[in-house]
């Protein structure tokens, strides 16, 4: 049974450019979340998807955007990037819409913005 | 918006020795309650939860106590291992605005010496 798994595993990009991540969720699983984690510090909520519309956002700006297709799997695109973008991008994966959802993480992203 | 906190950036722990590992939230519609642990080039693993109707949950050497009152959280690792070693985050959900968005705190570094 795969878990959660991302790509790339890093990526290295210069600041104005746009980057695309990508998260396939957990067997059985259909609802997406998208984490941003600096370095010491613990993990940040971009935005959950959840049949293909985004359900709820986390303070961040337009430049986060993101996207869920029919077979669950979802995107992370951020444009115009900033050096502050730099961070491991966390993608966790969990079934349906509950009080006591339980999120299962991808192993990460790790963004550098030069 | 530092909704959950965990005070202690890192623990130091003899193996065989309980691990008290503790966080902090300001949030009363809080209601979801998990602990997941991280290693270096992983992604956090859930290793436990908890809900509000609740004040314990075991899970082998992992316990999980809840005070409402205090709005406070501990995980208990008995007895500590050195494979425990490792990061560990508390995240927490719950409320009509935040029914799909966790937050996490920053972390805990515990170190089990052998």
């Known amino acids: 049974d795969a878990g959660v798994t991302q790509s790339p595993t890093h990526l290295i990009k210069t600041r104005g450019q746009q980057v695309t991540l990508r998260c396939s969720p957990k067997?059985?699983?259909?609802?997406v979340s998208w984490y941003q984690q600096a370095l010491g510090q613990g993990p940040q909520f971009i935005f959950q998807y959840y049949e293909e519309e985004e359900r709820q956002r986390g303070n961040f700006p337009d430049r986060f955007s993101g996207h869920q297709f029919p077979n669950y799997s979802s995107e992370l695109n951020v444009n115009a990037l900033l050096l502050g973008d730099s961070a491991l991008y966390l993608c966790?994966?969990?079934?349906?819409?509950?009080?006591?959802?339980?999120?299962?993480f991808g192993p990460g992203t790790r963004l550098l913005v030069l | 918006d530092q909704q959950v906190k965990q005070n202690s950036p890192s623990l130091s722990v003899q193996e065989g020795r309980i691990s008290i590992l503790n966080c902090d939230y300001t949030?009363?519609?809080?209601?979801?309650f998990l602990w997941y642990k991280k290693y270096p080039a992983e992604g956090p693993t859930f290793l436990i939860s908890i809900s509000s109707i609740k004040d314990k949950n075991e899970d082998g050497r992992f316990t999980v106590f809840l005070n409402k009152s205090a709005k406070h959280l501990s995980l208990h690792i008995v007895p500590s291992q050195p494979g425990d070693s490792a990061v560990y985050f508390c995240?927490?959900?719950?409320?009509?605005?935040?029914?799909?968005?966790?937050?996490f705190g920053s972390g805990t570094k515990l170190n089990v010496k052998p």
């Open positions: 067997s059985g699983h259909d609802t």
């Open positions: 966790a994966s969990s079934q349906g819409q509950g009080a006591r959802e339980t999120q299962y």
């Open positions: 995240a927490a959900k719950g409320g009509y605005y935040n029914f799909n968005k966790f937050y």
């Open positions: 949030n009363s519609m809080f209601d979801y």
